[in-house]
């Protein structure tokens, strides 16, 4: 069995290869009367787009979106919306000598370990390009957060050893646009975006980390067990494509403090701001400060839920690497094609989209908790 959907009442499930025909999903569970706000779901792919600048691969794909169901008249309807984004510029004769031969630290082995064959042609399903489908459900249920007044932002943090500071509260993220790395600090943009240059030119690749803001989230979304948001979270990060981490909060930094450094206190707020139209709100109460990320016990607390997601380097280099073919026999790997030699530029609007369809399926299963 190959599970290939995401999410419990907001559901996603897609279909497609790299090098297919398209590649595509149906979302079930949208409410209805939601206003589809077709150029928002179309720019959101044209972030996550290929061929977008000099740091990405200069595969060019348009990525338009063509709906089939689940949408009259400018809104959602409550049925299935499915959707497709046709494949229109696969190479496919650059991966002709990959057909035999397993890519260093790429699905390459495991897809053939698991199913006795493989789509070699830009790594078939494994391809990032499945992505696509994740976007646009993503599109839809920011479309549905908008209207609750919560918002998802996400933004390249460190690319290498170059990192900005943990503390998101010390940028502008409505700047993070303003460059091809998407990063809120220009100057450190500037110095990402030269590395990640340099490193195409060696034919080599390399990692780092997106951050993820999300604001206006109420308390309560999570479940105490099996369903802890936390989880759910890092579950729907370390499903992207070349995501190895996932850390929320002060994360692993946060191990070498003492609880009386790391605790949030709780303070009274006779006028704490509603973050969102949803009940029930606490308005008795804030926080001093936010070391939990937002989440405690699993549910969310009202605050701003904060994470980061490590990307490790692209598996395919444009080098020549050692490896063996499907008989066990050395082989010197020459690759072809288009590739990206950091995923972090467009692994931003997957990570939000991936946060969106996670925090509205929690606000959908909480709406169940109680009247």
């Given at each position: 069995?190959m599970?290939?959907t995401?999410?419990?009442?907001?559901?996603?499930?897609?279909?497609?290869?790299?090098?297919?025909?398209?590649?595509?999903?149906?979302?079930?569970?949208m409410p209805a009367?939601?206003?589809?706000d077709?150029?928002?779901?179309?720019?959101?792919?044209n972030?996550?787009r290929?061929?977008?600048?000099?740091?990405?691969?200069?595969?060019?794909e348009?990525?338009k979106v063509?709906?089939?169901s689940?949408?009259?008249?400018?809104k959602?309807?409550?049925?299935?919306?499915?959707f497709?984004v046709?494949n229109?510029n696969?190479?496919?004769?650059?991966?002709?000598n990959?057909r035999?031969?397993?890519r260093?630290?790429?699905?390459?082995?495991?897809?053939?370990?698991?199913?006795?064959?493989?789509?070699h042609r830009g790594?078939?399903?494994?391809?990032?390009?499945?992505?696509?489908?994740?976007c646009?459900a993503?599109a839809?249920?920011?479309l549905?957060?908008?209207k609750?007044n919560?918002s998802?932002r996400?933004?390249?943090?460190?690319?290498g050893?170059?990192a900005?500071?943990?503390?998101?509260r010390?940028?502008?993220?409505n700047?993070?646009?303003d460059?091809i790395?998407?990063?809120?600090?220009?100057?450190?943009?500037?110095?990402m975006?030269a590395?990640i240059?340099?490193?195409?030119?060696?034919?080599?690749?390399?990692?780092g980390?997106?951050?993820c803001?999300?604001?206006?989230?109420?308390?309560?979304?999570?479940?105490?067990e099996s369903?802890?948001?936390?989880?759910?979270?890092?579950?729907?990060?370390?499903?992207?494509?070349?995501?190895k981490?996932?850390?929320?909060?002060?994360?692993?930094?946060?191990?070498a403090?003492?609880?009386?450094?790391?605790?949030?206190?709780f303070?009274p707020?006779?006028e704490?701001?509603?973050?969102?139209?949803?009940?029930?709100?606490?308005?008795n109460?804030?926080l001093?400060t936010?070391?939990s990320?937002g989440?405690?016990g699993?549910?969310?607390?009202g605050?701003d839920?904060?994470?980061?997601?490590?990307?490790?380097?692209?598996?395919?280099?444009?080098?020549?690497q050692q490896?063996?073919?499907?008989?066990?026999?050395?082989?010197?790997m020459?690759?072809?094609?288009r590739h990206?030699p950091c995923?972090?530029p467009r692994?931003v609007?997957?990570?939000e989209?991936?946060?969106?369809m996670?925090?509205l399926?929690?606000?959908l299963?909480?709406?169940?908790n109680?009247?």
């Amino acid at each position: 069995m190959m599970r290939n959907t995401f999410g419990n009442i907001f559901t996603l499930t897609t279909f497609g290869e790299s090098h297919g025909v398209a590649v595509g999903g149906v979302v079930d569970g949208m409410p209805a009367g939601i206003a589809i706000d077709m150029e928002f779901i179309q720019n959101e792919l044209n972030r996550r787009r290929p061929g977008q600048s000099k740091i990405t691969t200069s595969r060019a794909e348009p990525d338009k979106v063509e709906f089939f169901s689940g949408v009259f008249e400018g809104k959602s309807t409550g049925t299935p919306i499915g959707f497709a984004v046709y494949n229109t510029n696969q190479h496919s004769k650059d991966y002709d000598n990959m057909r035999d031969l397993f890519r260093p630290s790429h699905a390459d082995f495991t897809y053939y370990a698991k199913y006795g064959l493989r789509d070699h042609r830009g790594g078939g399903r494994s391809s990032a390009r499945i992505t696509i489908a994740r976007c646009v459900a993503g599109a839809l249920a920011k479309l549905v957060l908008r209207k609750l007044n919560i918002s998802v932002r996400a933004y390249t943090s460190q690319v290498g050893d170059i990192a900005l500071d943990h503390d998101y509260r010390h940028y502008n993220l409505n700047t993070t646009e303003d460059n091809i790395v998407r990063c809120p600090d220009q100057e450190m943009a500037a110095r990402m975006a030269a590395l990640i240059a340099q490193v195409k030119q060696e034919g080599d690749t390399i990692g780092g980390v997106v951050t993820c803001v999300v604001k206006g989230c109420p308390a309560g979304l999570g479940e105490p067990e099996s369903g802890k948001l936390h989880a759910l979270l890092g579950a729907a990060m370390l499903s992207i494509n070349a995501a190895k981490g996932f850390e929320y909060g002060e994360g692993f930094a946060g191990a070498a403090w003492r609880g009386s450094q790391q605790n949030d206190i709780f303070l009274p707020a006779k006028e704490k701001p509603q973050t969102s139209n949803l009940k029930p709100q606490t308005s008795n109460l804030k926080l001093q400060t936010n070391h939990s990320g937002g989440i405690q016990g699993g549910i969310s607390n009202g605050e701003d839920i904060y994470f980061r997601v490590a990307f490790k380097p692209v598996a395919t280099l444009l080098m020549a690497q050692q490896t063996v073919d499907k008989a066990g026999h050395p082989v010197t790997m020459n690759v072809r094609g288009r590739h990206d030699p950091c995923v972090l530029p467009r692994a931003v609007p997957v990570v939000e989209a991936m946060a969106a369809m996670t925090i509205l399926d929690a606000l959908l299963i909480s709406r169940t908790n109680r009247l």
